[in-house]
């Protein structure tokens, strides 16, 4: 493949595999250094802007978004949340993340995230192709990687760069190009995963609600006045088709049901959808002149809603990394991103892992297991410590909070 014809044959110093949050935030970054990229994608800009994602951005990713440039819609649009809710055994208890910390975080859709970046790309003037077929990655041993694709209109295309990134979502096919014999994959599945819908309805609540009840996880999250997103915890093979609206509504509310008497508003469901997850790391997440940044290296339970917040990081640290190998230290400055992006990253996977046992019901769950669940969820609502330790991990970790 590598001697076949391509039509076009451009040079960069960086080229991208991935036009998501991360890839798309790396090349902002990086053009706000005077450094070009050129990022494909598989998916058409209208498949990435259509398919629902997560909703939380920690309030340094909603800094960041406004002072490098991106954009400040998530100002005017988006939803300043100074905590949640922790809904057990009937009631509501409010963590109030600003309180405790001094942080907040942002009700911010990742689709709108990801609209906010690739419309700063045109601004810009950067390259992105969408909708390509056919991505090889090559020589990414030697100093001089290239990348080839099939762009939407049949044509080919040589990229050349000094290092490639791998940002191609959970999916990776980047991370497959570390050889199996030198790659390490941790990862766990769970036995449960997330029913998600889309409700033509007014909120429930002014702030997230996290449930746990006997019968299951449910969360309450909002996207506009009269849009809302909601989940309930299914059996990873549940049928969208087995899931009448009524089904549903019953479903959730008698997970949120109490004794304070909360009720969710009901209304049209537009879009439903069985979300699998699992917690999965690949190390080492650079091979040669190959990076890998975001789902590609790495992915979590979206319990904690860390997944966006951990690929925004992963690149933030990138982009300083990159400049650093394109300058004078070239690529023995490469041997930094991994240690400084992964502490973080264990930390979102311990959380993340962590939220999701505290709050789901395991299949086969005795009396027991569900009364140290909420001994453990009293326990993190009913002491400083614990109230604590939830917001400084949910809002991000403070910068200097290292051990
Ligand atoms: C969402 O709004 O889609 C959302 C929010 C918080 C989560 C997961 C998903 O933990």
Redesign the pocket.
Known sequence: MADAVVDTVASVPVAVIGAGPAGLMLAHRLSRAGVDTIVVDTRTRREIETTHR???LEADAARDLVETGVSDRILREGHEHEGTELRFGGRAHRIHFKALVGESVW?YPQTDVFTDLADARDRDGGTVHFGVKGTEVLDITTGTPRVRYTAADGSRHEVRAQYVVGADGSRSMCRNLVPEDRRVRYGKEYPFAWFGIMAEAPPSAPE?VYAHSGHGFA?I?QRTETVQ?MYFQCSPGESVDAWPDDRIWETLQARVAGEDGFRLKEGPILDKSVLRFRSFVQEPMRWGSMVLAGDAAHTVP????RGLNLALHDVKVLADILLRALGTEGEAALEDYQPRALQRIWRAQNFSHWMTRLLHTPPGGTPFDLRRQLGELDNVVGTPAGRTYLAVQYTGWPVGSQA
């Open positions: 997560a909703g939380i009700l997230l969360l999250s997103r979206p319990t904690g809603a």
